[in-house]
């Protein structure tokens, strides 16, 4: 067990890393694996902690080792940001979906580093140079097709508080990753950290003004918990769930290799799912108040996903034929700043292509069809179009409590319950909900970095 590394890590009775997930299925996976503790080892000397989320991700282990590489490069590595600046940009980013997880875990590391407390008292108090960056990481979370070069503009010629290229992009990936992080947290009910020094010491969590260390954020209830998970749905009807969609796989499969539909209606299938994907939201929605702690972090609390949808929001349809990561933002991160275009690339591919080839009980089954759809639906949602998709598969793969799942985790993640959780995919193993949450989290950061590095690049030709 990671005892033996030496590590203990403290916790409250009861509270695994999750309060979705049972801890002793988290555990259990930790100590089989010794690929997972030279993981571990690594990731407590980097960071002096396992955090909950390392723990979560402990189901994928060659994506966490991709993971913390990449976020490790990020934080600590050289690069153009200095320390400081890189924890407040995560705290920034994390406080747009007020996940005070990941704001707390940046607040100590901020101070850490010797970071000035008093920016921790609002973005207000921070250097106007940080200050500016408030409204593109804004429009990056919630509406990132609204991103223009003059945004990028702004950032880059404001006298002697300019951004350069080098650091936008800096700036632009640790947003994007910790919006992602941020859907992650939320979707995985990754309970908030006991803060140890070290990992040995217990430290009170009032350690500083900061912490709000008892609520992750204020829509989760403790009775929560005792509510019958899944409903009254009997076992036998998830049971079918799971051969119904594999049926379905199998069908759209020998559709595909029958007729090819014309362009125009390809076209007009996207446009359709994407038209509908503005109005997929759940019924139990209710209003969340921002936690004090973070509010305080960011302005306009009521600039989100949400009010947009109900007023009929219009998402214009992005190309990838015309801009795609592999042809036009992995080599512009890659020349602005070494090293981590390759990084992040490497742990897309691992998120787009991880498979065990297992659904719940079965095993060889090919799942490339039900990744795909979940990877194209996030990014349709953002109106991102792939031509040679047929985007009717969508309907067919995914049905409404998951889609509603996924909107929510990428839209507004602190909406997301327990009930949520466990009304999708209810015959599924936990760490077939985790590893959709990977997927959800590399798809949305692409898509976000898509829209950020199409601006630079308009900004720059």
Known sequence: ??????????????????????????????????????????????????????????????????????????????????????????????????????VNLHVNDFLHVGGDPKWLNGLENAPQKLRNLGELNKVLAHRPWLITKEHIEGLLKAEEHSWSLAELVHAVVLLTHYHSLASFTFG????????????????????????????????????????????????????????????????????????????????????????????????????VTPARDISRHFEDTSYGYKDFSRHGMHVPTFRVQDYCWEDHGYSLVNRLYPDVGQLIDEKFHIAYNLTYNTMATHKDVDTSMLRRAIWNYIHCMFGIRYDDYDYGEINQLLDRSFKVYIKTIVCAPEKVTKRMYDSFWRQFKHSEKVHVNLLLIEARMQAELLYALRAITRYMT
């Open 188 to 287: 995985c009910g990754i309970s908030p950290e006991i803060h140890c020094d070290g990992g040995h010491t217990f430290r009170p969590p009032s350690v500083s003004n900061y912490c709000i260390c008892d609520i992750t954020n204020g829509n989760h209830n403790v009775d929560e918990m005792q509510v019958n998970s899944a409903g009254n749905v009997s076992v036998s009807d998830s049971f079918f769930e799971v051969e119904a969609l594999m049926e379905k796989m199998k069908q759209l499969q020998e559709c595909r290799d029958e007729e090819e539909a014309s362009q125009e209606e390809m076209a007009s299938r996207f446009e359709i799912e994407k038209r509908e994907s503005m109005f997929v939201f759940s019924s139990d929605d209710e209003e």
């Open 1 to 102: 067990s990671v005892q033996e590394l030496g590590i203990r890590i403290p916790r409250p009775l009861g509270h695994g890393p999750s309060r979705f997930i049972p801890e002793k299925e988290i555990l259990q996976v930790g100590s089989e694996d010794a690929q997972m503790h030279a993981l571990f080892a690594d990731s407590f000397a980097a960071l002096g902690r396992l955090d909950n989320i390392t723990l979560v991700m402990v189901f994928h282990p060659q994506y966490l080792e991709s993971f913390l590489k990449t976020q490790h490069y990020l934080l600590q590595m050289d690069g153009p940001l200095p320390l400081h600046y890189r924890h407040y940009i995560g705290i920034m980013a994390a406080a747009r979906h007020q996940c005070s997880y990941l």
